[in-house]
């Protein structure tokens, strides 16, 4: 059993900055491994930023040198640091979650098993 837990959405000013954060619970305490994605209605869901096997940041090319992931593995939490956001970030922002190791492709949405709520980021110019 896995439950995600996001919170940090909100709506903010063009240039302005907000924190997302997302809690997973499992309840053998496996190690889960997440990501960030995001959906804009009538556009596909957009891997946003993740680490990979071997801890280094991946970034989806539009919010890279804006947004800032970081993680807690004792926690299974990851968090999300987004600044200098623009118009085009508003989203519905997701975590997702896998107890799989992952080896590649770590923003492809099918690696993931267990998906939160959402929360909404709404950015205005």
């Known amino acids: 059993q896995v439950q995600l837990v996001e919170s940090g959405g909100g709506s903010v000013q063009s240039g302005g900055s907000l924190s997302l954060s997302c809690v997973a619970t499992?309840?053998?305490?496996?190690?889960?491994?997440m990501a960030w994605f995001r959906q804009v209605p009538g556009r596909s869901r957009e891997g946003v930023a993740t680490?990979?096997?071997?801890?280094?940041?991946v970034y989806a090319a539009s919010v890279r040198d804006r947004f800032t992931v970081s993680q807690d593995n004792a926690k299974n939490s990851l968090y999300l640091q987004m600044n200098n956001l623009k118009p085009d970030d508003t989203a519905m922002y997701y975590c997702?979650?896998?107890?799989?190791?992952?080896?590649?492709?770590?923003?492809?949405?099918?690696?993931?098993?267990?998906w939160g709520q959402g929360t909404q980021v709404t950015v205005s110019s």
């Open positions: 997702a979650a896998t107890p799989n190791v992952r080896y590649d492709s770590y923003l492809q949405s099918s690696l993931y098993n267990y």
């Open positions: 499992e309840s053998t305490g496996r190690r889960l491994y």
């Open positions: 680490f990979t096997r071997g801890g280094n940041t």
